[in-house]
């Protein structure tokens, strides 16, 4: 009997559909470090979906993705404001601020997801030289409680950043979960709501590996292939990280794979919500769920 786990999407196993795209592209030889036909392809669906005027770069992980993405536009005196459940705070073994050399600003939240009010309390020592001085705002989209941001959230966030000669990043490792559970085209919550640098995620929703990092203001990638390069994140068989992504985006796979995750995720609270010995602490909106367990049940879980 198989087993199934509720511990992480990662998990999960790899969609058919997506190892099969593999397959075929493991055929013949193609131009090495992505100046191949399947990242052309991949390339422009994701243009496509975005509004074209974006500029995409595949990378290996998560990780990967939001520390060249926020890297891109730091030095090292300036600061990234973030939920204090941030993946870049909690879950990547400091290295933003390694390989950016920034300090992370976290913010304390009840849901995962930041507010002006909350914000604004690190926009302190702007233009003094003793504070590091905040330069991007991230923020997690479905955040890592499971909860969602609104476009007019995010809108918020995004007007806020640049009003004070910010950039406004999103971490989207599960932007898919996000967008099923909005019922929004993903270019709906970030290229028109002001989003500058986007972690696009795959892994979580069916990739083997494999995200983007796209920008909405061109400029801002105008020196990311050396920043790539250095980060160890220039696949030089890129084909097979750009292969799965046209699976994934080809009659909306990304969106049935969602689309199920967070019915299963709806499909589990429901029941979960029957035994009374068990307290859900937040609103179930994507593929989360996060709940106090008894003791007693945790050995056997």
């Not at 990967?64 to 536009?73: D, T």
């Not at 476009?151 to 918020?156: A, S, T, Y």
């Not at 250095?230 to 750009?242: D, H, T």
């Not at 429901?270 to 709940?291: D, M, R, W, Y």
Request: aromatic share 8%; glycine share 8%; charged share 20%.
């Amino acid at each position: 009997m198989n087993s199934r786990s509720f511990a992480s999407d990662n998990n999960a196993g790899v969609h058919p559909e997506v190892i099969d795209a593999l397959k075929n592209a493991n055929q013949g030889h193609v131009i090495a470090y992505g100046d191949d036909p399947y990242t052309e392809a991949a390339g422009n669906k994701l243009k496509r979906i975005f509004g074209g005027d974006v500029e995409v770069f595949f990378v290996y992980n998560g990780t990967g993705a939001n520390v060249l993405g926020l890297s891109s536009v730091l030095d090292s005196y300036q600061a990234v404001i973030c939920a204090d459940t941030a993946h870049i705070q909690t879950d990547e073994c400091g290295a933003p601020e390694k390989f950016t050399g920034c300090k992370l600003l976290t913010v304390p939240t009840a849901d995962g997801k930041l507010t002006i009010e909350g914000i604004s309390k690190h926009m302190h020592g702007i233009g003094f030289e003793h504070h590091v001085q905040p330069r991007v705002i991230s923020i997690t989209q479905a955040t890592e409680m499971g909860t969602l941001y609104t476009p007019m959230e995010i809108r918020e966030i995004a007007d806020y950043a640049h009003k004070n000669k910010m950039f406004l990043h999103m971490d989207g490792a599960r932007i898919a979960n996000a967008a099923v559970a909005l019922e929004l085209g993903f270019a709906d919550f970030t290229a028109r709501t002001g989003v500058d640098i986007l972690s696009f995620g795959g892994t979580k929703n069916g990739l083997m590996f494999g995200e983007a990092v796209i920008f909405f203001n061109r400029r801002l990638a105008d020196n990311f292939k050396y920043i790539r390069k250095q980060g160890m994140q220039l696949a030089s068989k890129m084909r097979y990280i750009s292969a799965q992504f046209n699976a994934y985006l080809e009659n909306d796979l990304w969106r049935k794979s969602a689309q199920h995750a967070n019915a299963m995720a709806r499909l589990l609270a429901s029941e979960v919500e029957k035994i009374p010995q068990i307290k859900i602490t937040l609103k179930v909106q994507a593929n989360g769920i996060f709940a106090i367990v008894p003791p007693e049940i945790i050995p056997a879980l």
